[in-house]
């Protein structure tokens, strides 16, 4: 059980156009979903945390008119990166919290590439 | 904020023991985690441990967790070659009625198992 799954694992695409990822929770439910950024090397950022029903709450310094996180049920969350420039490119990955657990299970992560 | 410290590099014999430290500050801090990356891939949760607790053992895992210095440490026994990869703590802060709320991660501990 908790897994979560991530669409598209691997995206290119062209700068000024946008780009969605999709975040599920394939067997559990999740009010939460978080989203988080990976540069190379480096460690995981949190950017947002989604919650179902509600608005995202953003972290400081993360655009919301730049990536719009929709949290349209309780096992799906989107992340769309807008008017996708290079440096928007990165590892993005989703989690989402399972509440009887009270336990953070990552998605496989989607490569964004923004030529 | 918090802030979660790791060394970055850890080279171990196959066979050996690993043990890979890890500081926060937030003293707050309700749970702490311990994910696995793999080159390309997402984070597999290996293992968590509940602030009340000093140990927690799962197999070939030993989470060891000194409170009064905010001190954790993962200990893998015979350290095998597939257990090269990153090794990324993260502690959670609580937020509204979950103990999981906002994750922060170290910037993780490669580790190399040499044959």
């Known amino acids: 059980g908790a897994v979560v799954s991530q669409h598209p694992s691997r995206v290119i695409c062209k700068s000024g156009t946008s780009v969605k990822i999709e975040c599920r929770s394939l067997?559990?439910?999740?009010?939460?979903m978080f989203w988080y950024r990976q540069f190379p090397k480096q460690s995981l950022m949190l950017m947002a945390t989604s919650n179902e029903g509600s608005k995202a709450t953003y972290e400081q310094g993360v655009e919301k008119d730049k990536f719009l996180i929709n949290h349209a049920s309780l096992t799906l969350s989107t992340l769309t990166v807008t008017s996708a420039h290079p440096e928007d490119s990165s590892f993005y990955i989703c989690s989402a919290a399972r509440l009887d657990t009270d336990t953070q299970y990552f998605g496989p992560g989607t490569r964004l590439t923004v030529l | 904020g918090e802030d979660v410290e790791q060394s970055l590099f850890l080279s171990v014999r196959e066979g050996d023991s690993s043990v890979i430290n890890c500081t926060y500050t937030d003293s707050s801090s309700t749970y702490l985690y311990w994910y696995k990356q793999e080159p390309g891939a997402g984070l597999q949760l290996l293992t968590y441990i509940f602030s009340n607790m000093d140990m927690k053992q799962d197999q070939r895992l030993t989470v060891l967790l000194n409170k009064k210095d905010k001190h954790l440490s993962l200990r893998i026994a015979d350290t095998q070659t597939g257990d090269s990869a990153i090794y990324f703590c993260?502690?959670?802060?609580?937020?509204?009625?979950?103990?999981?709320?906002?994750?922060?991660f170290g910037q993780g501990t490669t580790l190399q198992v040499k044959p």
């Open positions: 067997d559990f439910q999740a009010t939460t």
């Open positions: 993260a502690a959670a802060s609580p937020v509204g009625s979950s103990n999981t709320g906002k994750l922060i």
